[in-house]
């Protein structure tokens, strides 16, 4: 089994030295979360990760959930340690105390996010999209709806699913079918098939929410005639008690490839009773709240595997012997394998990948909780564009990273990383769903590219806060090759992102085909901006824990040198164009 310890001194690290967000910073309602708030926080969620999550993974991965007599289970010890886990209060981290949550923001529940998702991803699933349905029922629902779905969800003993796929509709969600036929009491009829849906069915808990994508029948056609239903599994009576079975019910769940403790469910809508949320046909919108951010979720899950992935990794590879490295003193036998300078250089592809990665989404939930409440508008809506910006990328880099990091960790094992003793190939396969749901990445870096690139100037403003940073580091004699470095890389970014907005009317495939090596070079460049602003705070605090700064530093430099330079690739394989791809006749 892959063991794990969370990596608390790194969060604490940022937590207390780059939550440097003025406008997050004068946010009246985490006022009086402080660092020795998140430390006891963290702490309690390393303890709940580590002892009670991390054995389901293996259990879940040899047990999967099954489905017999139209029931849905999920694998052994799953119930025992849902209701620790809701007893205990974690599902509510970040909800609104107005619900029964904690109110914490996400700049401590995105680093509960990545321990869960490191220590299994299939049990995180549960509770996950029961925070997306809360999300979108908190920011769309009328009162009613709130008071009577939300205190449940809350505290845990409801769950809830997000509804989208059909067995014709998966990216392009303007081919759906499922029906919805208003009824006299205001409530509406549901009819129809979703497929592929997370917990959608499940022993965990009294109730499932689902949130259903369907047309009522005066719907246009395409994305601008979908409607969101909030249907529960068992209906629910104005008082909140339960009412009779609704007419949901599963068809099967699937076989999969990973995540096997994660039952994904077909269901079937049999005029089951909906309440529509928000107004009829802006439904897509409304479901974008959850979907959006969702996307940073999976991002991040990709950001705990692959953190899992790295501690085994290096575990490993200073317990194996073999080989005689470049400077072995060693005269009888082998060297560690940590000694030989292939193996340093993958382990340090991840070390530097996810430390930076975790800068990152640490910057982003700043920018997130900004764009949810800060008073001025202008400010909120500044956050908001950034986040928007940054949202694809990181979803995809990400997940794409997590699947060359578990790969990376596999082969440091060797061939005890193939076989199942260790736990390594489950990271991989648990890691592969993760460039695939929630938009598949090919979509986000076409969202990014044909549609966040020309929004306003959002892309020109994040190139100026990057530049401003540059500037201020190129003063700092010992950060100043770095800076440069970054400058270097920047301006073939810009270049990049020009011939873009150049090409973006005239050569659309040239574009398309572009997409995803933009979003790797964004994603890269935001990793160096991330490893530049921790960069700055290590030399000034170096003298306070050196052993840790040091490490900071050299990582920095490894990034840096090591990773940044593909974007050298990228750009010139992107701009090549289209030629050699839309022109080739396949047989
Ligand atoms: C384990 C699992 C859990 C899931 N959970 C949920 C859930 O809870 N709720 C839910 O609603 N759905 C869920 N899904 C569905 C998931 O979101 C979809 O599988 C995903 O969005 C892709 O849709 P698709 O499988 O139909 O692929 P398709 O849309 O058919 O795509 C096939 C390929 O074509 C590419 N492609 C499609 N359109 C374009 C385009 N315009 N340009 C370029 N390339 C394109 C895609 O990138 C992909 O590579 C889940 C799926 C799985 C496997």
């Known amino acids: 089994m892959a063991t794990y310890s969370v990596p608390i001194e790194d969060m604490m690290f940022l937590f207390e030295k780059l939550r440097d967000n003025p406008h997050y910073n004068v946010l009246e309602k985490y006022k009086e979360v402080n660092p020795n708030l998140a430390k006891d926080i963290l702490e309690q969620a390393a303890k709940i990760t580590e002892n009670l999550i991390l054995p389901l993974a293996k259990v879940g991965d040899e047990k999967p959930a099954t489905f017999e007599n139209g029931v849905v289970r999920t694998p052994p010890g799953y119930k025992a340690a849902y209701k620790k886990f809701i007893d205990d209060g974690w599902v509510s981290l970040s909800c609104d105390p107005e619900y029964g949550g904690q109110g914490m923001p996400k700049t401590i529940s995105s680093f509960f996010d990545e321990m869960l998702s490191s220590a299994s991803l299939s049990f995180k ?76 069915d499940h022993d965990l808990t009294e109730n499932i929410i689902h949130l259903v994508l369907a047309r009522t029948p005066d719907a246009p056609l395409g994305t601008k005639g979908i409607s969101l239903f909030l249907v529960p599994k068992i209906q629910v009576k104005e008082d909140g008690s339960l009412g009779p079975r609704n007419g949901v019910s599963t068809g099967s769940i699937e076989s999969k490839m990973g995540i096997k403790g994660s039952a994904t469910c077909v269901l079937n809508f049999d005029g089951a009773v909906g309440h529509i949320i928000g107004p009829k046909n802006e439904g897509l919108s409304l479901m974008f709240t959850m979907m959006n951010l969702e996307r940073i979720v999976v991002g991040i899950q990709g950001l705990g595997i692959s953190e899992i992935a790295y501690q085994n990794a290096l575990n490993y590879s200073k317990e194996r012997k073999q080989g005689k490295s470049n400077s072995s003193k060693t005269k009888n036998g082998a060297d560690l394998i940590i000694d030989h300078a292939d193996i340093r250089r993958s382990l340090l592809n991840m070390k530097s990948i996810i430390e930076g990665e975790r800068a990152l989404s640490f910057w982003l939930a700043q920018q997130t909780e900004v764009s949810l409440h800060h008073k001025d508008n ?43 003793d260790q736990g390594i190939e489950q ?48 003063n700092q004699e010992k950060i100043k090759p770095l800076a440069e470095k970054l400058d270097e890389y920047l301006k073939i970014t810009i270049s990049f992102t020009n011939w873009i907005k150049k090409n973006i009317k005239d050569s659309k495939d040239d574009v398309s085909a572009a997409c995803n090596d933009y979003l790797k070079v964004l994603g890269l460049i935001a990793l160096a901006y991330s490893w530049l602003r921790v960069l700055d705070v290590s030399y000034k605090e170096l003298s306070k824990n050196k052993k840790f700064f040091e490490a900071k530093i050299e990582t920095a430099n490894f990034f840096f040198n090591r990773i940044l330079p593909r974007i050298d690739s990228h750009y010139k394989s992107a701009t090549s164009g289209s030629k050699y791809i839309m022109d080739f006749k396949f047989n």
Not at 378 to 383: C, G, H, R, W, Y
Not at 384 to 405: A, C, N, Q, R, Y
Request: proline share 2%.
């Open 125 to 200: 699933l549960y509770s996950e999209l029961s925070i997306g349905a809360y999300n979108c029922i908190f920011h769309h629902g009328n009162n009613s709806i709130k008071k009577i779905f939300l205190p449940n969800m809350v505290k845990g003993i409801w769950s809830g699913t997000m509804c989208l796929t059909e067995s014709v509709c998966g990216t392009d969600l303007g081919l759906l079918k499922t029906k919805a036929v208003e009824q006299s009491n205001g409530t509406y009829e549901l009819t129809g098939q979703k497929i592929f849906i997370t917990s959608g």
């Open 378 to 420: 202008k400010i909120k809506e500044e956050a908001l564009d950034l986040v928007s910006l940054m949202t694809p990328v990181v979803k995809s880099l990400f997940s794409d990273m997590g699947m060359e990091i578990t790969s990376d960790a596999m082969q440091i094992f060797g061939g005890y990383g193939y076989t199942k």
């Open 427 to 474: 990271l991989y396969r648990d890691n592969r769903i993760t460039p695939i749901y929630e938009g598949t990445n090919s979509v986000q870096s076409i969202d990014l590219v044909f549609r966040k690139l020309t929004n306003k100037d959002i892309i020109g403003r994040y190139f100026k806060l990057i530049e401003e940073e540059i500037k201020k580091n190129k």
